[in-house]
């Protein structure tokens, strides 16, 4: 057995390295729904198809738009749009009369920051 390939059956015999932090400015610390935590991060996407004819949304199809990803612990994942800071205003401040828009999303383009 070559050097080589004794570090190689070494290296596999080490217990994974554990996982580095996230350091991701797209998330929102603290996010909360319906009272209760959840994983909140913003994002950019591109509008999906409107819900129903007459659907608030539905001028904004193919756009690109500022959104806030949310995902709860009961594994529903869901957008609200952030169109001036009101998506994130609602899953931070804790007042369930926050107003908010759900947003359907055809993808996400990327992350942005505060």
Do not use: C
Request: proline letters at 7%; a negative charge; glycine letters at 8%.
């Amino acid at each position: 057995m070559s050097a080589d390939e004794s570090l190689a059956a070494a290296r596999e015999d080490l217990p994974p390295a554990p996982p580095e932090p996230i350091s991701d400015a797209s998330l929102i610390d603290d996010a909360t729904w319906n009272d209760e935590p959840v994983q909140a991060r913003r994002v950019v996407v591109i509008v999906g198809e409107a819900r129903s004819r007459g659907y608030w949304s539905e001028h904004l199809v193919g756009q690109q738009r500022n959104a806030i990803e949310v995902k709860t612990h009961r594994r529903e994942r869901f957008f609200l749009d952030d169109d001036g800071g009101v998506g994130e205003r609602k899953v931070t401040s804790g007042d369930w009369r926050e107003p908010y828009a759900l947003l359907p999303v055809q993808r996400i383009l990327g992350t942005r920051s505060a």
